[in-house]
T-cell receptor, first 111, second 114 residues
Framework: ELKVEQNPLFLSMQEGKNYTIYCNYS?????LYWYRQDPGKSLESLFV?????AVKQEGRLMASLDTKARLSTLHITAAVHDLSATYFC???????????FGTGTSLTVIP | DADVTQTPRNRITKTGKRIMLECSQT?????MYWYRQDPGLGLRLIYY???????NKGEISDGYSVSRQAQAKFSLSLESAIPNQTALYFC?????????????FGEGSRLTVL
């Protein structure tokens, strides 16, 4: 059974600080996705990581993928309030285009 | 208008009732999915379909059924709703031909079973 684990589940951080969210998964995959969900809203695609060593950056967020360690990270630099949301990682099982999601990390950025 | 549209957006029903959640998309994608979101559990795959004639069970298909009426339409049914099916349901699509293969989500359907 595939497991996708995120930590922390809850993160409260001050504006201007840096932090990293971790996503571990239990089976072979070279396709990993990060999504953002605002309260009561749908999920929005943030990053698509398609190979070992892939790194993507958008504004204050940077995502990376290490397929050998089965680990992806989402790094937040100098957090701002607008980044408050829930962040999900999702793994695509190579054999069938099935996406399995982590439990999500609820981020609150405090002014 | 949204590319992936779900109806209804909110529904309250009683135990034992039959419920259908509908999803339509204008993205031209061949792959469609139904997910369920519960607090602390993330999103779990209920059913997915790679084309009109291809329907597959996900990790939590018991108590649910689906119908792919056309490439653009994918419906989820609860034949006899029970309270633990209270959740937020998302339809999603993806494009077989796209390099990235990411999911595109509808706005969600919040279902409450009393």
């Amino acid at each position: 059974e595939l497991k996708v684990e995120q930590n922390p589940l809850f993160l409260s951080m001050q504006e201007g600080k840096n932090y990293t969210i971790y996503c571990n998964y239990s089976t072979t995959s070279d396709r990993l996705y990060w999504y953002r969900q605002d309260p009561g809203k749908s999920l929005e695609s943030l990053f698509v990581l398609l190979s070992n060593g892939a790194v993507k950056q958008e504004g204050r967020l940077m995502a990376s993928l290490d397929t050998k360690a089965r680990l992806s990270t989402l790094h937040i630099t100098a957090a701002v309030h607008d980044l408050s949301a829930t962040y999900f990682c999702a793994v695509d099982i190579s054999t069938g285009n099935q996406f399995y999601f982590g439990t999500g990390t609820s981020l609150t950025v405090i002014p | 208008d949204a590319d992936v549209t779900q109806t209804p957006r909110n529904r309250i029903t009683k135990t034992g009732k039959r419920i259908m959640l509908e999803c339509s998309q204008t993205k031209g994608h061949d792959r469609m999915y139904w997910y369920r979101q519960d607090p602390g559990l993330g999103l779990r795959l209920i059913y997915y379909s790679f084309d009109v004639k291809d329907i597959n069970k996900g990790e939590i298909s018991d108590g649910y059924s689906v119908s792919r009426q056309a490439q653009a339409k994918f419906s989820l049914s609860l034949e006899s709703a029970i309270p633990n099916q209270t959740a937020l349901y998302f339809c999603a699509t993806s494009d077989l031909r796209a390099t990235t293969g990411e999911l595109f989500f509808g706005e969600g359907s919040r279902l409450t079973v009393l």
